[in-house]
């Protein structure tokens, strides 16, 4: 099994209210989607990990990370499968699968079957606002050094 135990939880809706920013918790915990090409994240690609701005668990490593043009970060796959719950979307039209962090149930964004094939061809189109990136030279002292990246 991988990360998902004890030590990560969701706080009280009044905490996180306190805690993210009104972009965060829309997208966290009502599900909105940011806009593409304007998010922290999309064009990043520093070494390091990727944890649920929420729980703070880990959910997608760097190494996984490709640029996909859709203006959101994009990974082939998460950390280890536990980390993910999948849920179908028939919003707007169109037939989607959601994924969401498995401890704080936070919206992640959608995974997508259009992605490199010679790593699994998904894609996980993720928004930027429910992430939190710990660099390649921070995982040991935040605790996750079995992530870092040679």
């Given at each position: ?7 990560f ?8 209210k306190?805690?993210l ?9 009502l599900?909105?989607?940011?806009h593409?090409?304007d998010n922290?994240?999309w064009?990043?690609?520093?070494k390091?990990l990727y944890?649920d701005?929420v729980s ?8 996984d ?10 990974f082939?796959r998460?950390?280890f499968?536990?980390?993910i719950r999948?849920?179908?979307?028939n ?5 989607r ?5 498995q401890?704080?149930d936070?919206h ?11 790593s ?11 992430l939190?990136?710990i ?10 050094g079995?992530?870092?990246i040679d």
């Amino acid at each position: 099994m991988g990360e998902t135990d004890k030590k990560f939880k969701k706080p009280s809706l009044d905490v996180l209210k306190g805690q993210l920013t009104e972009i965060q918790y829309q997208v966290t915990q009502l599900g909105v989607t940011e806009h593409p090409f304007d998010n922290r994240y999309w064009n990043h690609f520093e070494k390091g990990l990727y944890v649920d701005v929420v729980s703070g668990e880990p959910l997608f490593s760097s190494k996984d990370k490709f640029e996909s043009s859709c203006g959101w970060p994009s990974f082939t796959r998460p950390v280890f499968k536990e980390a993910i719950r999948y849920i179908e979307d028939n919003t707007f039209l169109m037939h989607r699968i959601e994924v969401r962090s498995q401890v704080s149930d936070s919206h992640l964004g959608h995974v997508f079957d259009d992605g490199p094939e010679i790593s699994g061809g998904m894609r996980y189109c993720i928004n930027s606002a429910s992430l939190k990136f710990i660099p390649n030279d921070e995982l040991d002292e935040a605790g996750f050094g079995r992530y870092k990246i040679d």
